[in-house]
Structures are given as structure tokens and as C-alpha cells.
């Protein structure tokens, strides 16, 4: 079946604009992640999602971010007033949690560039 | 979760098994290893994981110390594509927040 994918793949955008990067999970998974990867950096936790609890935003790095997910499915990583530190790779991942281990399958990621 | 700490990076030579450490010396009774690697501009991909027995699949075999304070990811016959950032992580059995240390990078070399 189809794996997360996540749009767009490349985003350039000025400093002070909103951008709003998507997620779409493996259909039936009831958890989502986002992540953030600077240039050789290892991956840094922003907020997660399961079924129709509150979500665990413990990870966002300043009241500019934010996230939803619709319907329990899509997910959306809104950034605003975007800044130039803000540039990094997004990572979306999802999971079942049918079983026990929940192995996280991952996007391609959007690498977002701020000017 | 438990932290671990991997060293930065590795060599090893191709069609030779590479062993890459991880120690997770505070790792509690219900925290499971996971293994993921990471290709150059892709997004990470989950290798194996295991509780305290030995585990091993098509991709690599994860050994367990007995004490569970370290273990070893083993790829037996290291290939070019296997040049990847390989992160070790602990994390409970049911647990979502998943925290990334920096991980090993291996250059697997002809």
C-alpha cells in the first residue's frame, strides 16, 4: 500500500511568511509524528498525535508552530512569521498501534528554506 | 525515556559485518530497543528492535546485553548502501514520544 507522503517536497519562502507543510499517513494509522531535521542534525521530536487524544506538543519550539490533524488523517504543520532558523526538513511519521511496537514508517520529508 | 549514547561514526569495510554499539544504561523494565537507520536525504527506516532476547531479521540481528544496559546492532555482510545514520532509541512498549539522539554514521568503504 501506499507509505506517509508529505507535500510539498521543496518549499522556499520569504522571512515573516506562514507556511503550512502537510502530512498524509498510512491510511488505518492512528498515530502521527513531525519532526524537524536541521542541516546535519539528528531528528528533533515537535508534536505527535493518537486517535482522539490531546496531542503531545512538548516538542514545538516557540507559539509560531502549530499542528492539526483532521478527522483523525491529514495533518497539518502550520509555521508562522517564519524565520530563517526555521529552515530544516519536516518529517512526518505514522504508526499503528494494533500491536505493541509501534514502528514508525516515515515521509520523504519537506525541506522548507526560509530567504 | 532512557537516554542512549552512540559514538558519532564508524567505518567498515564492505562484505564485513559491522557492529555498531549503543548504551542505554538507564533503561527501565518495560523499554523496548529500537533501531533506525537513515539514508542520506531520506527519512529514517526502521531496522529491528527487541526487550532482552536476541533478535535478528532479513536486515540485521540486534544483541542484548544481559543486564540491558547496552546492546549491539550487527549488519553481518555491510554493503555501499548500507552508508546510513543508525539511531538506537529506548522507549516503552505503547509509548509514542520518541526521542532521536545523533546517532552513528557508517561509511561502509570498498
Known amino acids: 500500500g501506499a507509505g506517509v507522503s508529505q507535500s510539498p517536497s521543496n518549499k522556499v519562502t520569504e522571512k515573516g511568511k506562514d507556511v503550512e507543510l502537510r502530512c498524509d499517513p498510512i491510511?488505518?494509522?492512528?498515530?502521527l509524528y513531525w519532526y524537524r531535521q536541521s542541516l546535519g542534525q539528528g531528528l528533533e521530536f515537535l508534536i505527535y498525535f493518537q486517535g482522539n487524544s490531546a496531542p503531545d506538543k512538548s516538542g514545538l519550539p516557540s507559539d509560531r508552530f502549530s499542528a492539526e490533524r483532521t478527522g483523525g488523517s491529514v495533518s497539518t504543520l502550520t509555521i508562522q512569521r517564519t524565520q530563517q532558523e526555521d529552515s530544516a526538513v519536516y518529517l512526518c511519521?505514522?504508526?499503528?498501534?494494533?500491536?505493541?511496537?509501534?514502528?514508525?514508517?516515515f515521509g520523504p520529508g519537506t525541506r522548507l528554506t526560509v530567504l | 525515556d532512557a537516554k542512549t549514547t552512540q559514538p558519532p561514526s564508524m567505518d567498515c569495510a564492505e562484505g564485513r559485518a559491522a557492529n555498531l554499539p549503543c548504551n542505554h544504561s538507564?533503561?527501565?523494565?518495560?523499554?523496548?530497543v529500537y533501531w533506525y537507520r537513515q539514508i542520506h536525504s531520506q527519512g529514517p527506516q526502521y531496522i529491528i528492535h527487541g526487550l532482552k532476547n536476541n533478535e535478528t531479521n532479513e536486515m540485521a540481528s540486534l544483541i542484548i546485553t544481559e543486564d540491558r544496559k547496552s546492546s549491539t546492532l550487527i549488519l553481518p555482510h555491510a554493503t555501499l548502501r548500507d552508508t546510513a545514520v543508525y539511531y538506537c532509541?529506548?522507549?516503552?512498549?505503547?509509548?509514542?514520544?520518541?526521542?532521536f539522539g545523533a546517532g552513528t554514521r557508517l561509511f561502509v568503504k570498498a
Open positions: 532509541i529506548v522507549k516503552a512498549s505503547g509509548g509514542f514520544k520518541t526521542i
Open positions: 538507564t533503561i527501565s523494565g518495560n523499554e523496548y
Open positions: 511519521a505514522s504508526s499503528s498501534t494494533s500491536g505493541r511496537y509501534n514502528e514508525q514508517f
Open positions: 491510511s488505518g494509522h492512528t498515530a
